[in-house]
């Protein structure tokens, strides 16, 4: 194989398979091969976390409802996140990863970016990088990975996932502009069902319609993000593969589909951001001290207020009713919103969290006679 044309990268992406799931089923032997769903309970309006492959095979995803995945699949075992075991699971093949390269950029527990075009002279010896990975993640963890092999970071992502579980993908720059024709749009990064909706709804199905369309009525239509995905769309992306820096928030947002009036409605998606961002509290072993609701109103015009909580947060539980009431701060039942955004920062430690909770138990109480 040749070698790489100068100013080219190798990028990796792997993505462990059924991460939370593959964990319990190694742990549990007698639920290898089972319909395994980890997250909340049925009964307890739960969603599931993740499912095995076994469990998907009945159509059970990722952030369904867990009473909505045991009627799709009556059998499945349901079983309660174990954070600090992935947690520490996650750090065993971050270790692995920066011991090819010092350019890794983690995206979650289970998932990163590498760039190894110091490493390599070639994408097929690339490819080999990726196997050994793959193979030093199965020795040392006793999990299956998924890899993607291109020459940036938004095919890398996609080849990773073209082949699930246990894959090994590569996408060569040659062969990129008939695979990104091919693709279809709710691929894209970025590209949700909002997007996607919009996209069809012009007759818009692939890459290559994307790429017909042409990047200024892309940009008249999404904006910034249209330019990006005709980009995207014919091969280049050139975003740097970035390891990681200090992390001082843990947010999540989203632009509505309609802007709103109502003020359930706004406390209902409040409650699912709430929920995410416990998700991430929870696998980064994190608790916040302040969290910020963001609003846009139709005008465009931003506004945040956040609320100091000294024992910390990590909950959805406990971020709903501070939510509330910095949401009735903010509320005019005259103006429509177009966005809300959950956040928590001045991050410490769950451990930080519970010390500071800790409630020191009078010694009095203790010997009093019962
Ligand atoms: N996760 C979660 N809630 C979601 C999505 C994911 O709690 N909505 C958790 C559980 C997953 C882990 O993050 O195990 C990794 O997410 P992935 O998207 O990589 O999904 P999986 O690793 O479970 O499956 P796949 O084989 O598709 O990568
Ligand atoms: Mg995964």
Not at 16 to 42: C, K, M, N, W
Not at 43 to 49: C, L, N, P, S, W
Not at 304 to 312: E, F, L, V
Request: net charge neutral.
């Amino acid at each position: 194989m040749k070698n790489m044309h100068k100013g080219t990268r190798a990028i990796l992406h792997l993505d462990l398979d059924a991460f939370y799931a593959s964990i319990e089923q190694r742990d549990h032997p007698q639920y290898r091969g089972r319909p395994v769903i980890v997250g909340g309970t049925p009964d307890r309006r739960g969603v599931v976390a993740t499912a095995s492959y076994e469990a998907r095979t009945y159509g059970v995803h990722s952030a369904m409802p867990s009473r909505t995945a045991q009627r799709l699949c009556p059998d499945a075992i349901f079983l309660p996140a174990r954070f600090e075991v992935y947690r520490a699971v996650s750090q065993q093949i971050m270790m692995i990863f920066r011991q090819q390269t010092a350019l890794v950029e983690p995206l979650s527990l289970d998932e990163a970016y590498l760039d190894v075009t110091d490493t390599v002279h070639t994408l097929e010896e690339a490819t080999w990088l990726a196997r050994e990975i793959k193979r030093q993640i199965w020795d040392q963890t006793n999990l299956t990975a998924s890899a993607g092999v291109s020459y940036c970071k938004f095919l890398a992502k996609i080849a990773s996932d073209a082949h699930k579980p246990d894959g090994l993908t590569v996408i060569p720059q040659e062969e990129a502009p008939a695979f990104l024709e091919a693709l279809p749009i709710e691929k894209f990064f970025g590209v949700g069902k909002v997007t996607a909706a919009k996209l069809r709804g012009l007759g818009i199905q692939t890459g290559a319609d994307l790429k017909h369309m042409g990047e200024e009525r892309l940009r008249e239509l999404l904006g910034k993000h249209g330019g990006q995905l005709y980009h995207y769309a014919c091969g280049m992306d050139d975003r740097p593969v970035e390891p990681v820096r200090e992390r001082k928030s843990v947010g999540k947002e989203v632009t509505l589909e309609y802007d709103i009036r109502n003020r359930g409605e706004m406390e209902h998606i409040l409650e699912q951001l709430a929920h995410q961002v416990e998700r991430r509290l929870l696998e980064l072993g994190i608790a916040g001290k302040t969290l910020t609701l963001k609003v846009r109103w139709s005008n465009f015009e931003l506004v945040t207020r956040a609320s100091s909580q000294p024992q910390g947060f990590q909950l959805a539980q406990e971020m709903q009713p501070i939510l509330r009431v910095l949401l009735s701060g903010l509320f005019d039942e005259k103006r429509a919103v177009r966005l809300l955004g959950v956040s928590a920062s001045r991050l410490i430690s769950t451990d930080e969290m519970r010390r500071a909770r800790q409630v020191v138990t009078p010694s009095l109480w203790q010997e009093a006679p019962l």
